[in-house]
Structure formats: C-alpha cells, structure tokens
C-alpha cells in the first residue's frame, strides 16, 4: 500500500512569491510582521507605514514619526482601495450570491423630492 505523497503548504514554503516581490518594490507604504507571541485575536501585522528608502536587505520605514531600518522578510505590501464609486460601478455592483442588485425606480431620482425650495412644516 503506498504511503501518501505530502505536500508542504503554500504559507509553510520559504520562498517568497513572485508577485509580491514585485508589489513591494513599487509600493508606498508597507505592513509590519510582528513575531512577538500574540494574544488571540491580535493581528499579525502592524501598519501601515511609508517607506522611506529601499534598499536589497532592507526597508527604511517611518514608524510614528521616527525612521526605522526593517528587513524585507518581515514586510507586505500595503494595497489601498479607491472607495469612491462611480455611478457605472454603483450599477455594476453584485450579491453574494452572484445576482445583480438593482435600486426601484422609486428610490432612484430622490434629488428631485427634495429640492432647496421644498420647506418643512
């Protein structure tokens, strides 16, 4: 009988994947991995802070104000979302379920119910 073929986990390789190898050599702000033990629910990352300066062991990062030297291992690159939507993003937007949402007619021109000349009483 032969005995399973194991493979080692993606997050237990030592190699450090292409793309965010990439990711952080362009990057303007970077997260911190902390390698304290933590309490449960702590997160494992710190940040996000600026880089200062790049160099090939090591990252100089602003940490409250002070410039600290990192070394690259314990760094990720911080990705920001634009949180502005356009009206065709708004339109475009999807359940969970994969499903389409669309707004009622009736809530779609509100601008109109409540314009500038329009008092309460």
Known sequence: MPLH???????HRRDDPGELRIALESCTHV???????????????????????????????????????????????????DSVLSPEDEALRFSSHGRPIRTPKRFQNTSTLFSKSTTCL
């Not at 073929?5 to 997050?11: A, M, R």
């Not at 996000?48 to 070394?71: A, T, W």
Request: hydrophobic residues 30%; glycine residues 4%.
């Open 5 to 11: 073929n194991f493979i080692e986990p993606k997050w």
């Open 31 to 81: 997260y911190e991995r902390i390698d304290s033990v933590k309490l449960p629910l702590q997160r494992p990352y710190s940040g996000p802070y600026m880089v200062l300066e790049r160099h090939s062991k090591y990252f100089c990062i602003q940490q409250r104000g002070i410039p600290d030297n990192v070394s690259r291992d314990r760094l990720k690159p911080a990705f920001q979302v």
